[in-house]
T-cell receptor, first 112, second 111 residues
Framework: NAGVTQTPKFRVLKTGQSMTLLCAQD?????MYWYRQDPGMGLRLIHY???????AKGEVPDGYNVSRLKKQNFLLGLESAAPSQTSVYFC???????????FGPGTRLTVL | GESVGLHLPTLSVQEGDNSIINCAYS??????FIWYKQESGKGPQFIID?????DKRQGQRVTVLLNKTVKHLSLQIAATQPGDSAVYFC??????????FGKGTKLSVKP
């Protein structure tokens, strides 16, 4: 089992560019999440999904979009990147709410 | 609003000593709490969890205590080792069923 994987590991963007972060899990989990982590702060939830074809907004959804076309994949998109989106992005999955969330290794994104 | 905070941002302990990391939460309706460990450059790793119908739960070298009266959560690590050096996050369930993370406590273990 690979668990939760994320691609890419690092990325540098210019302001206004777009990109998609890919998260994949092989644990057959229904729930998937995208967080961002900034220095000195804990993880903040961007968007989440409770199953294939569903998405919902988290604490800080502005500037991001997500899609869950397949149960095992959860994509995070930035349509027009801004310097404020410089952060480390973590994907996680869980069997259900109120359960342990398994995290990926993270994607370090820098927006210039 | 909901919030999860930590009493100390940093904690330094001697190898072999016990460590206690504290966490305060504000949502009295939260019924699930979890501790994560995050090493530098890695994703958070599950340590232990506890539900609100329990006061204490033990794992391997770790114990979580929940005091619902004062809305306080603590993580105790027995015989702390250099490999325990990391940032520790507590989290509680939010109104959407998601986890709300605290800002973290950095644990440093001195050999």
């Amino acid at each position: 089992n690979a668990g939760v994987t994320q691609t890419p590991k690092f990325r540098v963007l210019k302001t206004g560019q777009s990109m998609t972060l890919l998260c994949a899990q092989d644990m057959n989990h229904e729930y998937m999440y995208w967080y961002r982590q900034d220095p000195g702060m804990g993880l903040r939830l961007i968007h989440y999904s409770v199953g294939e074809g569903t998405t919902a907004k988290g604490e800080v959804p502005d500037g991001y979009n997500v899609s869950r076309l397949k149960k095992q994949n959860f994509l995070l998109g930035l349509e027009s990147a801004a310097p404020s989106q410089t952060s480390v992005y973590f994907c996680a999955s869980s069997y259900q709410f109120y359960n342990e969330q398994f995290f990926g290794p993270g994607t370090r994104l820098t927006v210039l | 609003g909901e919030s999860v905070g930590l009493h100390l941002p940093t904690l330094s302990v001697q190898e072999g000593d016990n460590s206690i990391i504290n966490c305060a939460y504000s949502n009295s309706a939260s019924d699930y709490f979890i501790w994560y460990k995050q090493e530098s450059g890695k994703g958070p790793q599950f340590i232990i969890d506890i539900r609100s119908n329990m006061d204490k739960r033990q794992g391997q070298r770790v114990t979580v205590l929940l005091n619902k009266t004062v809305k306080h959560l603590s993580l105790q690590i027995a015989a702390t080792q250099p490999g325990d050096s990391a940032v520790y996050f507590c989290a509680e369930t939010g109104s959407q069923g998601n986890l709300i993370f605290g800002k973290g406590t950095k644990l440093s273990v001195k050999p």
